[in-house]
């Protein structure tokens, strides 16, 4: 089992930052992929960002350029950077962790950004 603690949501006027975290703890293997998917109300819940263990990463193209995924492996801990932000930014945002070798997926219990003036 793996759990996964998520801090930093909240709510942030349009154009501002936040920064997500999310720590992962339990049987984490090294080969791994983390990242992040979001779900806004009355939505499908959609891939925001993910990033293997061994580097690389995937944003989706309605943030490319405004938000920032990176990872710590010592710390079993994914960041999201979240600049620029819209209204259209506005849902829960859920850690997702996924051991690659056996396809084993882990959820956030997730953290909600509110993007409103």
């Known amino acids: 089992q793996v759990q996964l603690v998520e801090s930093g949501g909240g709510l942030v006027q349009p154009g501002g930052s936040l920064r997500l975290s999310c720590a992962a703890s339990?049987?984490?293997?090294?080969?791994?992929?983390m990242g992040w998917y979001r779900q806004a109300p009355g939505k499908q819940r959609e891939l925001v960002a993910t990033m293997p263990s061994f580097g690389g990463t995937t944003y989706a193209d309605s943030v490319k350029g405004r938000f920032t995924i990176s990872r710590d492996n010592a710390k079993n801990t994914v960041y999201l950077q979240m600049n620029s932000l819209k209204p259209e930014d506005t849902a829960v945002y859920y850690c997702h962790f996924r051991q690659i070798i056996s396809g084993t997926q882990y959820w956030g219990q997730g953290t909600q950004v509110t993007v409103s003036s």
């Open positions: 339990g049987s984490v293997f090294s080969s791994n992929a």
